[in-house]
């Protein structure tokens, strides 16, 4: 337990002061850091990296994208998870289920997968990216003052009134696909969080990604797009097309893209390929 580090991020979610008062209280022996900052956290992780062995991040997909670039440099660092966002995509795909006893046992179990790494212009990502409807939401979630679910999906609701889809050119295996969009996605896992399977068909350390390209969708099919989204359905959908790649261009009118659920400004071409692999606990037997 000497090498393992606790990281919360006290932002995330609406309970961190509760989970790491648990926490603390179940692993006594573990260090913990409280990350109030990216900076403070910058420098703790340089500083500390190669004491620990094991670095479990209290957050959401957000937080855990901010630790991908010290997976990176500290490759004998390994992600663990105790969820603690609004969506949680990536530790449900991985199976961290914010159980701490249960954590830190497979912890003990020391068995790991690989995950891969994608890489947007200058940014990382481990879970979802996209542009469009979703990064829309991602914007308006970003300038509530609370966070959570209910946030969320007030801002989902909002949203379906007020967007409006997007153009798009995607280079993808020397061909182009271009239209009107009501949202893209680049999908290293299958789910943005809350297990809506927006890429039912992805797998998290295949060397791939799957690009889904959602068309305009008439107002009267939300709901039961909405019904296929969460059974996983969507690849029966004729307003939804799925490609498979390990890189491709995007160029598009979108004001915003998101990475992990952070909300970006979209100002130039983006650039997606597969970048590296991290270790990851494994949490299933
Ligand atoms: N390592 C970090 N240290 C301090 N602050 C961080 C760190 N990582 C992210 N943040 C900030 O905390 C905010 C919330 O984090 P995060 O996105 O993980 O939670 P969430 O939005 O509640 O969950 P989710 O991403 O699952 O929807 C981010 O928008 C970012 O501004």
Redesign the pocket.
């Known amino acids: 337990m000497q090498d393992i580090i606790f990281?919360i991020?006290p932002?995330?979610?609406t309970k961190s002061g509760k989970i790491l008062e648990q926490f603390k209280e179940l692993a006594p022996e573990i260090d913990y850091f409280i990350?109030?900052?990216?900076k403070?956290?910058d420098a703790f992780v340089n500083t500390n990296a190669e004491k620990y062995r094991v670095l479990i991040i209290c957050?959401?997909?957000?937080?855990?994208?901010?630790?991908l670039k010290y997976l990176i440099k500290y490759p004998k660092l390994k992600l663990a998870v105790l969820?603690?966002?609004?969506?949680?995509?990536f530790a449900r795909e991985l199976g961290f289920n914010g159980n701490i006893q249960e954590l830190l046992d497979s912890i003990l179990r020391d068995g790991t997968e690989m995950v891969d790494v994608l890489k947007v212009n200058d940014e990382l990502s481990c879970n979802m990216l996209g542009l469009g409807f979703d990064s829309y939401v991602a914007n308006e979630?970003?300038k509530m003052p609370a966070?959570?679910l209910k946030t969320?999906v007030v801002c989902t609701i909002q949203a379906l009134f007020k967007y409006k889809p997007i153009q798009a050119k995607v280079t993808v295996d020397g061909s182009v696909i271009e239209g009107k969009y009501h949202m893209i996605n680049i999908a290293n896992t299958r789910q943005f969080?809350n297990n809506a399977l927006i890429a039912p068909q992805a797998i998290y350390n295949d060397g791939l990604f799957d690009l889904v390209l959602i068309k305009k969708i008439p107002f009267y099919v939300v709901p039961s797009f909405v019904v296929r989204l969460f059974l996983g359905k969507l690849k029966n959908s004729k307003y939804v097309q799925f490609v498979k790649a390990n890189s491709l261009v995007i160029d598009s009118n979108s004001e915003t893209y998101h990475v992990?659920?952070?909300p970006k400004a979209l100002t130039e071409t983006l650039n997606v390929e597969i970048l590296k692999q991290i270790e990851v606990v494994k949490t299933k037997l």
């Open positions: 990281v991020n932002h995330s979610g990350s109030n900052t990216l403070e956290f957050g959401g997909d957000g937080t855990i994208n901010t630790t969820p603690n966002g609004s969506g949680n995509g979630f970003d966070r959570g969320y969080g992990d659920g952070e």
